[in-house]
C-alpha cells in the first residue's frame, strides 16, 4: 500500500450535518477506567460552576486538564494557564489522548480537556466552539454516563436542527465543514447509565488551543 499524507482517521458510525459519531467506542471497562481517570483530574482540579459574562451561573459544572482550561466569569470566556484556585490543570489522562489519535489520526496532542458534569436538569445552550486560535483543527467529544440530547445546528445562527441521543461510550468529532457548528445539550436522561456512582453525565472535550 502506498503510503499517503494523509493521517489514518477511524470511520464513524453515523455523520449528522458533518458531525462525526462513533457510537459506542468505548467498551464499559474503558469507560469505567476513564471513569476512575477522571476522578483522579478533578481530586486536583476540583470542578467549579462557571458565571457568563452577564454574571449567570451555568447550569453544568467544569474543569479541565491539560496545558489549559476553559473558564468562564464576568470576564468572559477563554482558556487559562490555571483553574481558578491558583493550581497548574492536571495532565490529560494517557487513555483519553489515545482516543484523539486514534480516531482523529493526528500527531499533535490536544492542549486542553475540558470536562463537563451534567447534573439533574443541566443543559447548555446553541453554541460555537471558538475561542481557539485554528479552526483547521477538529474538537473531539467523550460521552460518559447518562444519556444526553445533543441538538446540532448550522454554521451560521438560526436555522433548523437536529438531534440526536448521545449514549455511553460515544465519542464524536467536529471538524472540518462541521468545525464550528452550533450545538448543546438539552436534557440528561437521568438514570439512563449505571456508570456513575451519583448518576449525572461526564463530557469530555478535547481541543487543540493556540
Ligand atoms: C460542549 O459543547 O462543551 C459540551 C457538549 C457536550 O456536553 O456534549
Ligand atoms: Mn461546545
Redesign the pocket.
Known amino acids: 500500500m502506498s503510503e499517503t499524507a494523509e493521517p489514518r482517521r477511524a470511520c464513524p458510525s453515523r455523520v449528522l450535518r458533518g458531525v462525526a459519531i462513533f457510537e459506542g467506542w468505548l467498551t464499559p471497562e474503558r469507560q469505567a477506567a476513564m471513569i476512575s481517570d477522571i476522578r483522579g483530574v478533578v481530586a486536583a482540579a476540583p470542578f467549579f460552576q462557571p458565571e457568563t459574562r452577564f454574571g449567570r451561573k451555568m447550569s453544568?459544572r467544569m474543569t479541565s486538564a491539560g496545558r489549559c482550561g476553559?473558564v468562564s466569569d464576568r470576564r468572559g470566556y477563554r482558556y487559562e494557564r490555571r483553574h481558578p484556585s491558583g493550581a497548574a490543570w492536571p495532565e490529560i489522562p494517557a487513555a483519553v489522548l489515545a482516543v484523539w489519535a486514534k480516531i482523529t489520526g493526528l500527531e499533535r496532542d490536544p492542549d486542553c480537556c475540558?470536562i463537563?458534569y451534567?447534573g439533574a436538569g443541566a443543559k447548555?445552550g446553541l453554541?460555537q466552539?471558538r475561542d481557539e486560535a485554528d479552526f483547521r483543527w477538529p474538537?473531539l467529544?467523550i460521552?460518559l454516563g447518562d444519556s444526553?440530547l445533543?441538538r446540532i445546528g448550522n454554521v451560521e445562527r438560526g436555522g433548523k436542527t437536529e438531534s440526536v441521543w448521545?449514549q455511553s461510550g460515544d465519542v464524536?468529532v467536529m471538524g472540518g465543514e462541521a468545525r464550528l457548528v452550533h450545538?448543546?445539550?438539552d436534557r440528561i436522561k437521568m438514570g439512563s447509565s449505571a456508570l456513575l456512582k451519583d448518576g449525572g453525565?461526564l463530557?469530555l472535550?478535547l481541543r487543540v488551543v493556540d
Open positions: 453544568v476553559w475540558l463537563n451534567y447548555m453554541h466552539d474538537v467529544s460521552s444526553a445533543f448521545l464524536l450545538h448543546g445539550i453525565r463530557n472535550t
